[in-house]
């Protein structure tokens, strides 16, 4: 097949240098490249974190900045001084800039501008204050009702499964629904809004190979084309849902509109499948802390931030400097990236002690970083976790003996901890 050379050239720039760096820095014992070649499983108490960690608060390794120190993650995720890291950030060399300009297919990829993911304020405010109504703590009550009417429909189906994948069947499912409700899609949609997100997911990570670029990008060339589509019917006909208030708002561009819906409908779902899937796979391998559960059912808000904690969806995020900046002992110059590792942050001993157990009832659980901080904050974290308390308290308490039929299956991603697959038996024998 003839290689598109200008996707070709944009991959290079973005991944391919990149990847023959960290594949060099990985043979050298370097542990963020190890992590960056899916090495590790990225857990918080993995030992390439652990080394990274006992390296100090803020070493530098593979030519960028990287901590796992709780407070100090915290602290950047605030600091003005540190933004979200872009192609078309000033402080890339001006060829590079132009070659990626060139090379730009206006894709409405979520890791890349004018999505609100990496946009620093003011376009960030912008974008921001048009959809944050739709994730109020009054828009997701009045969403309650609505999650529990799709996770008692989604385990009814379950039923009728003599060994149901409870990813493809049921987490995916749950925030699917919902999300696309938020939107204004249609139900028939589902599927194939699954696809998107899933075949997508890759370009969250760094260093991917050609292969795996080019197949992201070509999913994201289908989604460019169904939202012009989509666009033209709400600009003539507008309809309910958030991407109607997108379209009418008469402040976003159209690459704007198509960049931040395709945001949203992959953050709405992506990140709550894996908390379902990761809450699942943690509480059927320790039947203690599930004992507890479904004892003292009022843990349950408790036990979604131990989850999140303990195997975050989000492993990790970079910030680079735009200022000179002293912190942490070191003088990082105006330019420098900074990586920000959630999984370490979450298991760092100075703030949750005995950080490898899982402990549903840990007092400080919700200090967790798995949304994020600042002004980059997760927007949907109220809705996560109001259904990942009704998902998995429901499915728990619907099938009591439900455990899983062998190993659940991983997805081969690096940023994200997420399973692919999780065959499961729903009673007992």
Known sequence: ??????????WLLLHGLTRSYLLWSARR??????IAFGQDRLLG???????????????????????????????????????????NHPIIPKPVRWALTKTDQKLPNLTEPPSMLVTDPPEHTRYRRLVGRAFSPKAIANLEQRAVEVTDDLLDRLESKPRPDLIEDFAAQVPIAIIAE??????????????????????????????????????LAEVKQYFDQRIDQLTAEPGD?????????GE????????????????????????????????TSHPDQLKLLMAQPELWPS??????????PVRMTGRIANYDVDIAGQHIKRGY???????????????????ERFDVTRDNAADHLAFGGGVHGCLGYRLARMEGVIALRTLFERYPDLRLDGPPIPRRLVNLHAYRSMPAKLTAD
Request: proline share 6%; aromatic share 8%; net charge neutral.
């Open 241 to 249: 849902g958030l991407l109607t208030v997108l379209v009418t708002s």
């Open 303 to 312: 036990a979604i931030e131990e989850i999140l904690r303990y195997d975050c």
């Open 182 to 219: 938020i939107l204004g899609f249609p139900a028939d949609m589902h599927s194939t809004m699954l696809k998107w997100g899933f075949n997508s997911a890759p370009l969250v990570d760094r260093a991917l190979t050609w292969t795996t670029y080019r197949h992201a990008t070509e999913e």
């Open 45 to 87: 108490a993995s030992p390439f974190i652990e080394e990274i960690r006992q390296r100090g608060r803020l070493p530098k390794m593979s030519g960028v900045y990287v901590t796992a120190d709780y407070e100090l993650c915290r602290h950047i995720l605030r600091d003005n001084r540190f933004g979200v890291v872009t192609p």
């Open 252 to 283: 976003l561009t159209r690459r704007e509109q198509m960049a931040n819906a395709a945001l949203l409908l992959d953050a709405g779902f992506l990140t709550t499948v894996n908390l379902l899937g990761n809450g699942i796979a943690l509480l």
């Open 337 to 355: 990236l900074v990586l920000l590792s959630f999984a370490g942050a979450n298991y760092d001993p100075g703030v949750f002690p005995d950080p």
């Open 1 to 10: 097949m003839k290689v598109p050379i200008r996707a070709w050239i944009r």
């Open 29 to 34: 014992g370097d542990p963020l490249a190890q």
